[in-house]
């Protein structure tokens, strides 16, 4: 079964540095892998959706890669600002089966 | 872009009572989804369905049911609310990627 860990659990930065955010996943035969932004007391707003073909997608400032191999994906953001704070979740999945979530990261961006 | 509506912002609620959340999604998909939000535990997995008609358990159905008469409607349902079902609910669909609602906070009293 598919199991999707996310380290740090919390990151404060601050405003204008370059950050990566670490999702890890178990089982290799990844269908597809997702990152999504949450802000406080709302749903979950998709950002980025890599398939199991690709290695990488873009969309402005956040850059996603995936490495099957290695079991892990990162987001990174370039030039953060504080707006940038939420928390972080990644989702992946393997071929006909939901998606499994990460417990996220609560990214701080200090201004 | 797909747009899930979920009818509730906040919902407050007495303890036995019936309660029904309402998820519609815009995109004819097939595929909805319920889950639950809470500190600590993150998102698990209350009830899904592929299709009309259609439901399965998820993870965590004990206390719930749903209901799919329409494809674009996915209703879940506390039969007798109770206090621990006190949560952040999310409605989400799609099949290569998903789109959630913007959630209903519940809160039994």
Redesign the interface.
């Known amino acids: 079964k598919q199991e999707v860990t996310q380290i740090p659990a919390a990151l404060s930065v601050p405003e204008g540095e370059n950050l990566v955010l670490n999702c890890s996943f178990t089982d290799s035969a990844i269908y597809?892998l997702?990152w999504?932004r949450q802000d406080p007391?709302?749903?979950?707003?998709?950002l980025l959706?890599i398939?199991s073909s690709q290695r990488e997608q873009t969309s402005g400032r956040l850059n996603a890669s995936l490495d099957k191999s290695s079991g892990r994906s990162t987001l990174y953001i370039a030039a953060s600002q504080p707006g940038d704070s939420a928390t972080y979740?990644c989702?992946a999945n393997n071929y006909g089966q939901?998606?499994v979530?990460?417990?996220?990261t609560r990214l701080s961006v200090l201004p | 872009d797909v747009k899930v509506t979920q009818s509730s912002r906040y919902l407050v609620k007495r303890t036995g009572e019936k309660v029904f959340l309402e998820c519609v999604q815009d995109m004819d998909h097939e595929n909805m989804f319920w889950y639950r939000q809470d500190p600590g535990l993150g998102l698990r997995l209350i009830y899904f369905s592929y299709d009309v008609k259609m439901k399965e358990k998820g993870d965590i159905p004990e206390g719930y049911s749903v209901s799919r008469e329409k494809k674009e409607r996915f209703s879940l349902i506390l039969e007798s609310a109770s206090t621990n079902q006190t949560s952040m609910y999310l409605c989400a669909t799609g099949v290569y990627g998903y789109t959630f609602g913007s959630g209903t906070r519940l809160t039994v009293v």
Do not use: C, M
Not at chain 1, 41 to 46: A, R
Not at chain 1, 101 to 104: A, E
């Open positions: 597809n997702q999504f007391g709302k749903g979950l707003t998709s959706l398939q979740l989702a939901n998606f979530f990460g417990p996220g």
